[in-house]
């Protein structure tokens, strides 16, 4: 168990965070309420100015505030609590599936909400279409926030990309044009083969990267600031794409 895991209860400890009329500092707040749930008493100390922060940073030797102790011991600031009560630190490089599980999860709600709307049955034939195309517009939203990044991300296993690098500056945009064509089922001339074309590169590109080159990558399917490694879910991802790609014509002109 780590250190700290179950201390706290009936404990005191001491809190030194800025509390300013220009600055609150965030993280004080959060190493407060941390401490609260641990179940400490939190003897709060405010500090009111700047001249306060320095002389204080400067009598403990310390770079940053907010400062905690406990037990006369300093623990430091709202990261090393986190790591003194045994939670993981956040901001890491550590890999991580929480934003794909997070959008994907988002999508499915969205689209029983669409379901519900358009044809009054959460279940309805079409929810699946629904889901995957709020899907496939999320994903090309996050990447949208920042094509630079996701583009420098996308080069190390997209193919096309690594041949013509403008794709890597293209594909977010067809990607959300595509989900959100799909959604409305618009112009599936458009959005079907768009789908069916990007969704079968990256499933090369994915499955070449991780099954056969073995290589252990990061995901650009949440944006270049993505934790998420390349694997499963980014072939799975491709693969619904070419599903969809396929699916959108069959209903539309054959069946």
């Known amino acids: 168990m780590a250190e700290g895991q179950t201390a706290g209860r009936g404990k005191t400890a001491q ?11 965030p993280f004080g ?20 100015t700047r001249e306060e922060t320095e002389d204080f940073k400067e009598k403990h030797g310390v770079d940053t505030t907010p400062q905690a102790f406990i037990d006369g011991r300093r623990i430091g600031g709202y990261d090393e609590l986190r790591e003194y009560f045994g939670l993981d630190s956040p901001g890491g490089d550590e890999t991580t599936y929480q934003p794909v599980i997070a959008l994907f999860a988002t999508a499915l709600l ?3 909400a669409v379901s519900w709307t358009a044809t009054g049955a959460l279940f309805s034939p079409r929810m699946p279409e629904y889901f995957v195309a709020i899907a496939m517009a999320l994903l090309g939203l996050q990447k949208l926030k920042d094509v630079e990044s996701f583009s420098t991300m996308f080069l190390n296993y997209d193919l096309l990309a690594q041949r013509q690098v403008r794709y890597g500056y293209v594909y977010p945009y067809t990607e959300t ?38 290589r252990a990558l990061k995901c650009a399917c949440v944006g270049g600031d993505s934790k998420v ?3 499963f879910v980014s072939l799975t991802e491709n ?9 959108m014509p069959l209903r539309a002109y054959l069946l």
């Not at 809190?15 to 500092?25: A, G, N």
């Not at 693969?239 to 699916?247: F, H, S």
């Open 15 to 25: 809190l030194y965070r800025m509390v300013m009329e220009e600055h609150l500092c």
């Open 29 to 48: 707040l959060k190493s407060k309420n941390l401490l609260e749930r641990k179940g400490f008493e939190v003897e709060d100390h405010h500090l009111t």
């Open 110 to 112: 969205m689209g029983f």
């Open 177 to 214: 044009l595509a989900g959100i064509l799909m959604l409305a089922g618009a112009l599936v001339w458009l959005a079907a083969p768009v789908a069916l074309f990007i969704g079968t590169v990256g499933a090369v590109s994915v499955f070449k990267a991780v099954y056969i080159d073995k």
């Open 229 to 231: 490694p390349l694997g």
């Open 239 to 247: 693969l619904i794409m070419i599903g969809m790609g396929i699916w």
